[in-house]
């Protein structure tokens, strides 16, 4: 019988290969059975293939001293995530319209190193992912729903940066140029908000 050690070094060796499929993901990170984390969520969300593609690149890389993979699929973690989609991966890319649809999140991993511009690495895709996740004491609806982020008018994320939230023409922003256009996809530990734009900075 598999022990867990085993399983978790074998996920590991898979990750530094860079060759870990959609569904091993699922299944080493993943939750509670019929209890979603948002690991299970982002795999199983057509659109955000490209945001699941950078955390394996990532982790394949050893870009952090922790796997992301393994954070978003803890179920005892309290997290809230914003979580880029496809498009917004494709404005920040400079990638026409469309370019992503139909891809797998193994067929992005495999292209994304390629797609970054000229002079940019993983690091700075390691850098750009922990601008979307935060770690509050409590993700739930009274903490970390949209309305909640709202009342309380900024979100710190995991990398000290700390964003306004504020009402825009097209609903909640995140660091004023950002719009939530899927929020409060709640999970076993913690909170999905859908993001229309990748953040890379503050905008002071």
Do not use: C
């Amino acid at each position: 019988m598999i022990t867990k050690t085993q399983t978790i070094h074998a996920t590991f060796v898979a990750l530094a290969l860079m060759l870990l499929s959609t569904t091993t993901l699922a299944a080493n990170y993943g939750g509670l059975r019929g209890v979603p984390t948002i690991l299970d969520k982002l795999v199983a969300t057509d659109g955000a293939q490209a945001l699941g593609a950078a955390v394996l690149v990532v982790d394949g890389a050893e870009a952090l001293p922790f796997s992301l993979a393994e954070l978003l699929g803890d179920k005892r973690e309290e997290l809230v995530l914003l979580a880029p989609t496809n498009t917004a991966f494709e404005k920040l890319l400079n990638l026409d319209a469309g370019t992503l649809d139909g891809m797998s999140i193994d067929d992005i991993q495999r292209e994304l190193p390629f797609l970054l511009p000229p002079g940019l690495g993983v690091e700075d895709v390691a850098a750009v992912l922990l601008k979307h996740a935060a770690l509050p004491r409590k993700a739930n609806r009274f903490t970390a729903s949209e309305r909640a982020l709202l009342a309380k008018g900024e979100l710190e994320v995991a990398d000290e940066s700390v964003f306004p939230v504020s009402v825009g023409n097209a609903g909640i922003r995140i660091n004023y140029e950002t719009s939530i256009i899927e929020p409060n996809v709640f999970v076993r530990n913690g909170v999905i908000h859908f993001i229309d734009t990748v953040i890379t900075d503050s905008e002071d």
